[in-house]
């Protein structure tokens, strides 16, 4: 087992939703052989749980609703998320995130370092396709999500 890991989140079927499974399938490509590993979660916080259990560092993609403009990426921890009072359903998916790394965390299995990294949707509804904006910063989020893989060794 890697001691890190990178988990995209999301439905793919529903636009913009799937922006972390398509960033975390092109990170596991572009890392290849390195020592991270990379996870598709879908939908599921609970398979989340289980996929963070026993590594140091955990980064987790997924669309987010931020209130911020259309393609923003913005890079979290669990502690920024609450100082800020952040409303805890960022996410769209099964579950609160933060509910998801509280019980980790009560359970003993939570990661020394979790990263959460939000973008913000232009739509999510029915569709197979990311909108342009989301397309358009492929790279950038490559570069920046890559950049801290880089820094932690993978």
């Known amino acids: ?11 793919p079927l529903m636009g913009d939703d799937g922006i ?17 590993e990379f996870a598709d979660a879908g939908t599921s916080g609970m ?9 140091k560092k955990a980064f987790l993609i ?3 609703l931020m209130n911020a403009d259309p393609g923003t990426i913005r890079r979290f921890t669990p502690d920024d998320i609450t100082a800020r009072n ?14 998801i790394l509280e019980l980790s965390r009560r359970l003993g299995e939570l990661p020394e370092e979790v990263v959460i990294f939000g973008i913000e949707p232009v739509r999510v509804s029915p569709g197979e396709y990311l909108s ?3 397309m358009e910063q492929m790279e950038y989020y490559r570069q ?5 893989l880089s820094e932690c060794g993978g």
Do not use: Y
Not at 47 to 54: E, K, P, R, S, T
Not at 87 to 99: D, F, K, V, Y
């Open 20 to 36: 972390g499974i398509r960033l975390v399938n092109d990170l596991a490509v572009e890392f290849a052989g390195d020592s991270v």
């Open 62 to 64: 997924d669309c987010a």
């Open 86 to 99: 952040i409303l805890a359903h960022l996410s769209n998916h099964e579950g609160s995130l933060l509910e």
């Open 132 to 134: 342009p904006i989301l």
């Open 144 to 148: 920046l999500i890559g950049k801290e």
């Open 1 to 11: 087992m890697c001691d890190t890991i990178v988990i995209g989140l999301g439905n």
């Open 47 to 55: 398979c989340v749980l289980h996929l963070i259990a026993g590594r």
